[in-house]
């Protein structure tokens, strides 16, 4: 079971959310103050925390704050005001991964629960290391090496690579290139993935392009190496 720690000073607030996050499956735990929130983090290890900003005894930048520099990668949503772009970017700087705004909707929170959950669970499973025929692949360190000579591949190549790997003799769509490796970057388009795609396949093998990328028609690529 999922665990989520309510950073919150409002009862009325951390309550309904723990109520709500419960009926849907959620085990959670309610902090009424910063420091309370970060000891609570420290001895409980949650799996996400919804951390509001505006904290007694410790602000929720603070809090934040202390777990990244504690080498913490617990899921942090922060909780800020509306209209407040400030407090919204400095959150993000200090290591939240999203933020909601107050007031928002559970099903939204909901939503932005489980979006960063499913990308978490995605990072956790990608290769580090892989090798095939002569080359060896060091996704940790962006590196590629064929019979030990290094191949440059520009960061896109590589997380294209890596999401190949990942699905190993599935069909990778142009649209799920387009949502894992281009995220939410301003107008990508299929013929951007199709480009990206070439240029990696003439690197892995410029006299055959198709030998380890195939391209499945009407459907998308398949990596077969």
Not at 33 to 52: F, H, R, S
Not at 135 to 156: H, N, S, Y
Request: glycine share 8%.
């Amino acid at each position: 079971m999922v665990h989520i720690l309510i950073v919150e000073d409002d009862p009325g607030i951390s309550k309904l959310l723990a109520k709500d996050l419960e009926r849907h499956g959620y085990k959670a735990t309610i902090a009424k103050d910063g420091l309370e929130g970060l000891d609570q983090a420290n001895a409980l290890k949650p799996d996400l925390i919804i951390l509001d900003l505006r904290l007694p005894k410790m602000d929720g930048y603070e809090v934040c704050r202390s777990l990244r520099e504690a080498g913490s990668d617990v899921l942090i949503i922060m909780l800020t005001a509306k209209g407040q772009e400030a407090e919204k970017v400095l959150g993000l700087e200090k290591g939240a991964d999203d933020y909601v705004t107050k007031p928002f909707s559970t099903m939204e929170l909901l939503a932005r629960i489980q979006s960063l959950l499913r990308r978490h669970k995605r990072e956790q499973v990608k290769a580090e290391r892989f090798q095939f025929d002569d080359f060896m692949v060091d996704f940790a360190r962006m590196e590629m090496t064929k019979k030990g000579k290094p191949i440059t591949l520009t960061t896109k190549e590589f997380q294209m690579l890596e999401l190949f790997i990942r699905c190993r003799g599935k069909v990778v769509s142009r649209d799920q290139f387009l949502q894992e490796v281009w995220g939410f970057e301003l107008k990508p388009t299929t013929r951007t993935v199709d480009n990206r795609l070439m240029a990696l396949r003439r690197k892995l093998s410029p006299e055959n392009p198709e030998k380890y990328i195939l391209g499945i028609h009407g459907s998308g690529y398949k990596f077969i190496g």
